[in-house]
T-cell receptor, first 114, second 113 residues
């Protein structure tokens, strides 16, 4: 049971570089999410996709783009990385949008921008 | 301005005693509340939830209490075990079409053997 798988687990970027965080879920969930976790801030929603073919901004979308490639995959792209984007990123999925008790998280991706 | 607040960054409790983790919220539109547990290098996992129409929900050693008038909820763990040592996040869902989770900043619980 893989659940939610995200890659890479660790990445160091230079300011201005671009990269894509990949996420895939094997639970046939409709909704997928990208969160970032920063010290003292909890988890903040970057973007979400309520269903295949749709994406919407969350609380902190600036500097990011997303693609819901198919029902399984939801990627997060940093076009021009900034030090403020140093964070731990979590992908998540749920059967129903906003259904908190069925939301499953990946293990996280540690991103450092220098 | 954080709508969900966990004012205690850390809490230490002796094994076998009760752990009480607190959470306050400001948004009156929140109608569903959850607690997540997070171990290092892992993603958060769902622990327990409560609807705003209830004031208590119990699941084994875990009980969540909701005081709507005070906009306060708490998680009680009895008895506490060393394996409970983790970061606990409070989260809330607002009524309406978006129904996204809003998380608190987390409390690091350490259960001492």
């Amino acid at each position: 049971n893989a659940g939610v798988t995200q890659t890479p687990k660790f990445q160091v970027l230079k300011t201005g570089q671009s990269m894509t965080l990949q996420c895939a879920q094997d639970m046939n969930h409709n909704s997928m999410y990208w969160y970032r976790q920063d010290p003292g801030m909890g988890l903040r929603l970057i973007y979400y996709s309520a269903s295949e073919g749709t994406t919407d901004k969350g609380e902190v979308p600036n500097g990011y783009n997303v693609s819901r490639l198919n029902k399984r995959e939801f990627s997060l792209r940093l076009e021009s990385a900034a030090p403020s984007q140093t964070s731990v990123y979590f992908c998540a999925s749920s059967e129903v949008r906003g259904s908190g008790n069925t939301i499953y998280f990946g293990e996280g991706s540690w991103l450092t921008v220098v | 301005d954080q709508q969900v607040k966990q004012n205690s960054p850390s809490l230490s409790v002796q094994e076998g005693r009760i752990s009480i983790l607190n959470c306050d919220y400001t948004n009156s539109m929140f109608d569903y509340f959850l607690w997540y547990k997070k171990y290092p290098a892992e993603g958060p996992t769902f622990l327990i939830s409560i609807s705003s129409i209830k004031d208590k929900n119990e699941d084994g050693r875990f009980t969540v209490f909701l005081n709507k008038s005070a906009k306060h909820l708490s998680l009680h763990i009895v008895p506490s075990q060393p394996g409970d040592s983790a970061v606990y996040f409070c989260a809330a869902v607002s009524s309406g079409s978006a129904r996204q989770l809003t998380f608190g900043s987390g409390t690091q619980l350490t259960v001492l053997p």
